[in-house]
């Protein structure tokens, strides 16, 4: 599964994309959140703040925090977007 | 349903450009309306913008958004552009153009595509400042947020 | 205050270049609004309308609008142009043009002056028919006139 | 004092402007729609309906059918405007 990160989240993390391998555990958005925050100090800093991540599953925003991932090809976390 | 025209690009636009095309769909065209956001320099502080977007989901969402302004006020054409990089100040941002028989569906099927683009189209802004630093990200504004409560669901035919 | 730009006139207007005179008066404007009203064939069954006007009173009463726009919305320009004469199917009939900082202002001001343009500047069109024949004057639609209740009188300061 | 006629208006009254000298008895907006009328058919025809009658007094919109118009110098009367 491919992981994307965007603006100052992607600066946090330190990369902008990575390929992982999801563990049994992590099946929903929630749980992938709080997986990757115990990747390290960069992701614990990038996600600190829950309730200004977004999340698109295959370049499609979801709000549902437990939506099921464990088919996704594509995960982006991203702030609030400030286009236009 | 006509289809939406929707470009991410680096590039600058050309309004006059877009709005041409648009004119000459059909002779029963009776409003054209364009909005053009610009890189403000907010009282002299930035020198440019560095707009990120996420290639792919940008043009799906823009598509998305502007499929439904068409469909919901029965626009006869629309386009949007969005442009992504390094913006200076003074330069365009994004272009919106619709096309109807009458003005007030031109209009608000334009303020509704600007309306769902600055909650949803996966952009964000990066501040460089005239001092030569980099500044902080743009934030989002609960204003942009509370736009869209004018836009209550309408029931389906 | 910034002076509005009123123009009546017989020529054609270029929309990208009325717009581009709007946005090099400041770095400090974020949006462009633009309506271009056009000659609709009304489904094929006009080639083109002719415009009568009154000289001078037509750019009095339309200068008058656009300043109270400008003051109204706090807009930071505004650009009016209105033509008269013989207008072919497909052709502009009318531009206004609106610069502000933010989005919300410039899409209301651009409203605002259309809808009391429509309502109180002196034009008249009368239908020239694909047929050959001349047909009726236009008659002024309602809903133009409950377009105003939409911009309900604001307590002066 | 100088009046203008526009659009259908002017087609039925049959030219677009003309001086004249108010008569004495007449000095608000509905007292001159009242002798325009007395002053033949194509005058009779051209003002039959009032409710789509517009007066502008030196170019300025006059809603008020009794506002005193002998100090004007241009009195205009067409039908509701159609532009845009």
Redesign the interface.
């Known amino acids: 599964m491919k992981l ?1 990160y ?3 989240l ?1 600066e946090r993390v330190g990369f902008g994309q990575e390929e992982i391998d999801l563990p049994q555990e992590v099946s929903t958005v929630s749980e992938l959140l709080n997986w990757l925050r115990s990747r390290g100090e960069n992701f614990e800093e990038a996600l600190k703040h829950p309730e200004v991540i977004r999340v ?1 599953i295959d ?3 979801e709000n549902d925090l437990d939506k099921n991932i464990t088919s996704a090809k594509e995960i ?1 976390l ?7 | 349903m006509k289809k939406p025209v929707v470009q991410i690009q680096q590039d600058n636009f050309d309004v006059g450009l877009e709005v041409k095309k648009l004119t000459n769909t059909s002779n029963n065209v009776g409003a054209i309306v364009t909005f053009t956001g610009l890189c403000r320099d907010e009282e002299g502080l930035l020198s440019a913008l560095e707009l990120e977007h996420y290639p792919g989901m940008a043009e799906n969402e823009i598509t998305r958004i502007a499929e439904q302004a068409i469909e919901r006020f029965g626009l006869s054409a629309a386009t949007v552009i969005h442009r992504y990089g390094k913006i200076e100040t003074g330069e365009n941002i994004v272009l919106v153009v619709t096309a109807a028989r009458h003005r007030q569906v031109a209009f608000d099927g334009a303020q509704f595509i600007m309306d769902f683009l600055k909650n949803n189209a996966p952009f964000w802004k990066k501040e460089h400042r005239l001092d030569g630093t980099t500044g902080d990200w743009v934030d989002a504004k609960d204003i942009d947020d509370q736009s869209l409560n004018k836009w209550k669901p309408v029931g389906k035919n």
């Open positions: 994307v965007f603006a100052w992607r698109a370049q499609v925003h982006a991203f702030p609030p977007m400030t286009g236009g």
